[in-house]
């Protein structure tokens, strides 16, 4: 019985680097879920007073636990690595950040028509261009932060994605 848990854990370990080395932003993630939720399971275990007092795990449940934890990503195997392997937070099957890009050249495209057409100054379109610059960038440093944004920064994305209008190819108006 022990030869098969060992067996079943190299098992799991070789999935886990299989895992591991598909992705270079998620190295090491597989191991320490587990190392991790087991320092957790322990903290709790040693919990004397409040809700978890009575929290009580035999070694058996650890390992269990330790298992689940190893197991947890094993579904990546076999997720096409465009999912898994997210470099930026736009990215699918390529970094749509380019499409970011596309549609902000088309709208300074359309300040300078905007201009031509005598509908925006020169002055007024200088501004809405250096706005437009500013805001295409602050989206740029936003694709490749943490897992986790700042209030203020998901408003501001928000307000972005309203604020700019182009035309498709069908003539359509289509916010940013």
């Not at 886990?16 to 080395?21: E, L, R, T, Y």
């Not at 579904?75 to 902000?104: C, M, N, Q, S």
């Not at 050249?105 to 020169?122: C, I, K, P, W, Y």
């Not at 501004?127 to 986790?148: H, M, P, S, T």
Request: proline letters at 2%.
């Amino acid at each position: 019985m022990n030869r098969l848990e060992e067996l079943f854990e190299s098992f799991i370990s070789l999935i886990n680097h299989a895992i591991d080395d598909k992705s270079p932003y998620t190295s090491g993630h597989c191991n320490r879920v587990p190392e991790l939720t087991l320092m957790l399971a322990d903290a709790v275990n040693r919990c004397k007073a409040g809700p978890l007092a009575e929290f009580n795990m035999t070694e058996a449940d650890r390992k269990e636990l330790k298992i689940a934890g190893l197991l947890h990503d094993c579904g990546k195997i076999t997720t096409p690595v465009h999912v898994v392997d997210k470099a930026t937070k736009l990215e699918k099957i390529f970094d749509r950040i380019t499409l970011v890009k596309t549609r902000a050249g088309q709208v300074l495209q359309n300040f300078d028509l905007e201009v031509a057409r005598g509908h925006l100054s020169a002055e007024q379109a200088a501004e809405r261009k250096a706005q437009l610059i500013d805001d295409y960038a602050f989206i740029e440093r936003c694709n490749v932060g943490g897992e986790f944004m700042k209030d203020a920064d998901i408003e501001r994305v928000k307000n972005i994605a309203t604020l700019y209008q182009w035309r498709d190819i069908e003539g359509n108006v289509v916010l940013f």
